[in-house]
């Protein structure tokens, strides 16, 4: 979000409940209909200069995007993360287990041409500043 405001771009957070088809009991949280969503964003998307915060990417279509951001955690540090988010034993390790397996990268690339997904670490407040100094050049330079 901050990113965005900084930038002059528009925020999206593909999470609302409209676009949901149910709610999945094991993992606490509603299940996207992705249809639903890909109609609901094309409009949006289609001009540019929007941000899409979202944690896959896999069936978005490629034309969307100039740049896919995939943020880093260590593992300790996601881990207290999410116990702070309360989230259950199950969807904890879940998580836990695709940032160890480069789950979110490895769908990132193959879903993307190379040269446009970048990891950044996201461990400290002074990392995700160094991100978003480094995202507000990335838009500056994308923008002229």
Same mark, same amino acid.
């Given at each position: 979000?901050d990113f965005?405001a900084?930038?002059?771009?528009? *925020?999206?957070?593909?999470?609302? +409940?409209?676009?949901h088809? /149910?709610?999945?009991s +094991?993992y606490?949280?509603?299940?996207?209909d992705? &249809?639903?969503?890909?109609d @609901?964003?094309?409009?949006?998307?289609a001009?540019? /200069?929007?941000?899409?915060? %979202?944690h896959?990417? &896999?069936?978005f279509? @490629?034309?969307?995007? &100039? *740049?896919?951001?995939?943020?880093r955690?260590?593992?300790?540090?996601?881990h207290?993360?999410?116990?702070?988010r309360? %989230?259950? #034993?199950?969807?904890?390790?879940?998580?836990m #287990?695709?940032?160890?397996?480069?789950?979110?990268l490895?769908?990132?690339k @193959?879903?993307y041409?190379e +040269?446009?997904? #970048? &990891?950044?670490?996201?461990?400290?407040?002074?990392?995700?500043?160094?991100n978003v100094?480094?995202?507000?050049k990335?838009?500056?330079d994308?923008? #002229?």
């Amino acid at each position: 979000a901050d990113f965005a405001a900084r930038c002059g771009l528009r *925020l999206h957070r593909p999470q609302r +409940e409209e676009l949901h088809d /149910g709610w999945d009991s +094991e993992y606490e949280c509603l299940i996207l209909d992705e &249809d639903k969503l890909l109609d @609901e964003m094309e409009d949006r998307v289609a001009g540019g /200069g929007v941000v899409v915060d %979202y944690h896959s990417c &896999d069936f978005f279509p @490629e034309r969307w995007f &100039d *740049l896919v951001v995939v943020l880093r955690v260590r593992t300790e540090v996601l881990h207290e993360r999410l116990t702070k988010r309360e %989230y259950s #034993q199950k969807k904890l390790n879940d998580n836990m #287990q695709c940032e160890i397996m480069d789950v979110l990268l490895t769908e990132a690339k @193959e879903s993307y041409k190379e +040269e446009i997904v #970048q &990891d950044l670490p996201s461990n400290s407040i002074e990392e995700m500043e160094a991100n978003v100094q480094t995202l507000a050049k990335w838009a500056a330079d994308w923008s #002229q």
